[in-house]
């Protein structure tokens, strides 16, 4: 499949370090966030979500922080694994639209 | 079960032509969007349906751009008079219900659309 972005910003870790990804959202009235995985050739894919109202979320191995004073989410991977190896998204919306906006995202490389 | 499907997974015209692209949606899942990727961009959004009615269409760039849910279910996003600013990859995504925050969107693998 073609990959969606050749000069995305790139975070390379070695595998079984964590990974941090970064991501700066646009709207001050966004009140919920995604974080999306795409691979090369596929959809983005759901990883974790978080509500305005909560500052930290834990799931398998990934942890998403919101720090709504700077309007910055950031996505932690513990031990990173090569098939972590993909694009990620952060995507904001409010609850009075329909819409997902994306942002920019980050392309993360693990080496064993 | 399947996920959702968009056909064709490539597609390659020229200049002016007219285009097609579906998307068939997890079944019975009411909520379907659509949006486009350009290279090195995160998706953006065009067209929401909810059941067979567009209910937001404000991504759309242009008249030239036209999407169709006839009977709730399988979707067409329509180009005419295609321009090499519209080669991307067009994705579909369906959810159980409306509203992003509540149901969660399944995304197809794409359409990748490259118009010489």
């Known amino acids: 499949g073609e990959s969606v972005g050749l000069h995305l910003p790139t975070l390379s870790v070695q595998e079984g370090d964590n990974s941090i990804i970064n991501c700066a959202y646009s709207?001050?009235?966004?009140?919920?966030f995604i974080w999306y995985k795409q691979e090369s050739g596929k959809g983005p894919q759901f990883i974790i979500d978080?509500?305005?109202?909560?500052d930290k979320r834990q799931g398998q191995r990934v942890t998403v922080l919101l720090n709504k004073t700077v309007k910055h989410l950031s996505l932690q991977i513990a031990a990173t694994q090569p098939g972590d190896s993909a694009v990620y998204f952060c995507?904001?919306?409010?609850?009075?639209?329909?819409?997902?906006?994306f942002g920019t995202g980050t392309r993360l490389q693990v080496f064993p | 079960g399947a996920g959702v499907s968009q056909t064709p997974s490539n597609k390659v015209t020229e200049k002016g032509k007219y285009v097609e692209l579906r998307c068939d949606p997890i079944?019975?899942?009411?909520?379907l969007y659509w949006y486009r990727q350009s290279l090195g961009q995160g998706p953006e959004f065009l067209i929401y349906?909810?059941?067979?009615?567009?209910?937001?269409d404000s991504g759309l760039p242009n008249d030239r751009f036209f999407a169709v849910r006839p009977e709730g279910s399988v979707s067409t996003l329509k180009i005419q008079r295609t321009e090499r600013g519209d080669s991307a990859v067009y994705l579909c995504?369906?959810?159980?219900?409306?509203?992003?925050?509540?149901?969660?969107?399944?995304f197809g693998p794409g359409t990748r659309l490259t118009v010489t």
């Open positions: 995507a904001e919306t409010s609850s009075n639209t329909d819409k997902l906006i």
């Open positions: 349906f909810q059941g067979t009615g567009a209910a937001d």
């Open positions: 978080i509500r305005s109202n909560m």
């Open positions: 709207n001050s009235a966004s009140d919920y």
């Open positions: 995504a369906s959810s159980s219900g409306p509203g992003v925050g509540y149901y969660e969107q399944y």
């Open positions: 079944s019975g899942h009411t909520a």
